[in-house]
């Protein structure tokens, strides 16, 4: 049954007159987790430890905790002190869980950083431990500081890290900002910006001849890096030609990425890269934006870049894609294996489906948020995150085995239609 506070956000927003993807997905909604004490949420993370807990990053440098009823007074993590400039696209911006969290207590965060006299701000990654004491309080003064790039500018930092099903940790880096990428960082194999970055965080061995061009460099390259040993390109690198790689995923299934790439002002796009790939795809920014030649001088032959299996046009009102995941929990079996993501500034959420080798869209809910962030939990379960201080599930019916197939998992049914699956 809906909740009435689902009833009256649906009726405020209209959201059942936006529904374009039929009867099928009628019986997914969206359910409100939290709902107050929280300030400018940017994502949500899962420590994969069994605890079931959600936490919730702020843009001020706050890592809060929800453990399943409530979201604690005491925040997990509190280095607002250190964290730059919170007003636009800065800040505490990214968090990933060490794949052995439940054992070392490691974890890692991506934020903005002003040092003094050092003129340009810089993105960070660090690794941080939890205390020895409390599940749900990190050790402050145990950062140890594993990256450092300089930023020209104060957008496109992009932010986002996850960990891989390799064991690496992925760093996704903006252009470092302005529009149009003036200064061709996207395109330049020796930046660290508008680039996949793809490092070894438990050692620091590095091939012989190794190029790294982080200002701090307290990592591991992986030795299959597309660029390891290369002379005229940074090791770190894993791909190249993005934008704002503001929210990217992994299928916890298939392993392949998905990347949302925010758009100069035209264009959103998300971009694929197969879970088979051994890097070094070249994305088009700044010659293309999505599959729109933006600014060609000087680039290579169209076919030397890879263009988005989905993009979209910023009309009415659209801005700035926020991407998503691929749904593979089983609390709503009906968009299991579906690829969902969003528009930042029209709250719009939109259901993604493969087809062989191509991908459409149905705009499944347009809502009032201001969708950050997606984020799944240990179960795979999919949760939206609204700057305005809120975070949802979406949810729908319970998988149902026919067959020996599970009802919602399209990738099952050679030929069938999600419609014809679950008529709802």
Request: aromatic share 10%; with cysteine; charged share 20%.
């Amino acid at each position: 049954m809906t909740s009435p506070t689902l009833r009256a956000v649906r009726a405020a927003v209209a959201a059942a007159a936006a529904w374009g993807a039929g009867a099928w997905l009628e019986a997914t909604e969206l359910v409100p987790v939290v709902t107050t004490g929280l300030v400018q949420p940017l994502a949500v993370r899962h420590a994969g430890d069994g605890s079931g807990r959600l936490f919730i990053v702020e843009q001020a440098g706050r890592i809060r905790v929800f453990d399943g009823t409530q979201l604690l007074g005491t925040p997990f993590l509190d280095i607002v002190a250190a964290v730059d400039d919170t007003a636009n696209e800065q800040g505490l911006l990214g968090l990933a869980f060490h794949p052995d969290y439940a054992s070392n207590g490691f974890f890692y965060v991506n934020y903005t950083y002003d040092p003094p006299g050092a003129g340009l701000d810089r993105t960070r990654v660090s690794r941080f431990s939890v205390s020895a004491g409390d599940p749900n309080l990190a050790d402050a003064t145990s950062e140890l500081i594993l990256l450092e790039v300089a930023q020209d500018f104060g957008n496109h930092n992009g932010g986002n890290i996850l960990f891989g099903p390799d064991g690496n940790l992925y760093v996704g880096m903006g252009d470092g900002g302005d529009g149009g990428d003036p200064l061709d960082r996207a395109q330049d194999e020796m930046m660290l910006l508008g680039k996949m970055l793809r490092i070894d965080v438990d050692s620091v061995v590095v091939p012989v001849g190794a190029e790294l061009c982080g200002l701090v460099t307290n990592y591991g390259v992986p030795a299959d890096n597309p660029f390891a040993g290369d002379d005229d390109a940074c090791d770190e690198i894993w791909a190249l030609g993005l934008r704002n790689p503001w929210r990217w995923s992994f299928d916890r299934q298939t392993g392949d990425l998905f990347i949302g790439d925010v758009g100069q002002g035209t264009v959103e796009e998300i971009d694929f890269q197969p879970a088979a790939s051994g890097g070094g795809e070249n994305w088009g920014w700044p010659c293309y934006e999505g599959s729109a030649a933006f600014d060609t001088a000087g680039c290579l032959p169209p076919g030397s870049y890879v263009f988005p299996i989905l993009e979209y046009v910023q009309t009415a009102g659209r801005c700035s894609v926020t991407g998503g995941y691929r749904y593979r929990g089983a609390g709503a079996s009906e968009i299991r294996g579906t690829y969902v993501y969003a528009d930042y500034c029209t709250g719009e959420i939109w259901f993604a489906t493969q087809n062989g080798g191509s991908w459409s869209s149905s705009l499944w809910m347009d809502t009032a948020l201001n969708i950050t962030s997606f984020g799944e939990d240990e179960d795979g379960e999919l949760y939206v995150v609204h700057r305005g201080g809120s975070v949802w599930r979406i949810e729908g019916e319970p998988a149902v085995f026919i067959d020996g197939f599970e009802s919602g998992d399209t990738s099952a049914w050679s030929g069938v239609t999600p419609a014809g699956l679950l008529p709802h």
